[in-house]
Antibody, heavy 119, light 108 residues
Framework: EMQLVQSGTEVKKPGESLKISCKGS????????IAWVRQLPGKGLEWMGV????????KNSPSFQGHVTISADKSISTAYLQWGSLKASDTAIYYC????????????WGQGTMVTVAS | SSELTQDPAVSVASGQTVRITCQGD??????ASWYQQKAGQAPVLVMF???TRPSGIPDRFSGSGSGNTASLTITGAQAEDEADYFC???????????FGGGTKLTVL
């Protein structure tokens, strides 16, 4: 079964750093882009950026550029989303999703990681 | 423009047909994909390309597009179709993606 499994819920304070993960299985992880998507409480989906695990090429939304870092470790089929200094406004659910180029769509989604940033 | 616009909310009587639309300049060049998100769950791909359903998606879901507008139609809506629906497509650069604001579908 093809799936993406994300790391668990995080509760952090403003200014702290954080790295959440997304592990792929059931398919060749290095062959497909992985996207990160933010969902603020009660709001819609926002595309943050993508990474190609095969060579770690990234494409980042200008809205998130400079505040988060997308990376991957192909040896363990895992993609990451990282913050150097969290803000309260980063409180959200973060999803990873596989991009399938033949469909030009995000066909497999992780279960989401809830991140709460509060003092 | 890199934006995709959706109606915030739509309602349909059970068994009737509903169309959810998505407008954006980039849709003249790229197909939209559609995602269903039920309360407390991750999004699920329900439509992509010209009119293609992933395996497991009921055939009451169909897709279409014309000019800068893409549509997701549910023919014979069921109670289990009540959810938020998001469209997605590439932006005008072709190198980034953008989601519409989402449409909350209520099945009466």
């Amino acid at each position: 079964e093809m799936q993406l499994v994300q790391s668990g819920t995080e509760v952090k304070k403003p200014g702290e750093s954080l790295k959440i993960s997304c592990k792929g299985s059931g398919y060749t992880f290095t062959n497909y882009w992985i996207a990160w998507v933010r969902q603020l409480p009660g709001k819609g989906l926002e595309w943050m950026g993508v990474i190609f695990p095969g060579d770690s090429t990234t494409k980042n939304s200008p809205s998130f550029q400079g505040h988060v870092t997308i990376s991957a470790d192909k040896s363990i089929s895992t993609a990451y989303l990282q913050w150097g200094s969290l803000k309260a406004s980063d409180t959200a659910i973060y999803y990873c999703a596989r991009f399938y180029p033949g469909d030009d769509a995000f066909d497999i989604w992780g279960q989401g990681t809830m991140v709460t940033v509060a003092s | 423009s890199s934006e995709l616009t959706q109606d915030p909310a739509v309602s349909v009587a059970s068994g009737q047909t509903v169309r959810i639309t998505c407008q954006g300049d980039s849709l003249s060049n790229y197909f939209a994909s559609w995602y269903q998100q039920k309360a407390g769950q991750a999004p699920v791909l329900v439509m992509f390309g010209k009119d293609t359903r992933p395996s497991g998606i009921p055939d009451r879901f169909s897709g279409s597009g014309s000019g800068n507008t893409a549509s997701l139609t549910i023919t014979g809506a069921q109670a289990e179709d009540e959810a938020d629906y998001f469209c997605n497509s590439r932006d005008s650069s072709g190198d980034h993606w953008v989601f519409g604001g989402g449409t909350k579908l209520t099945v009466l």
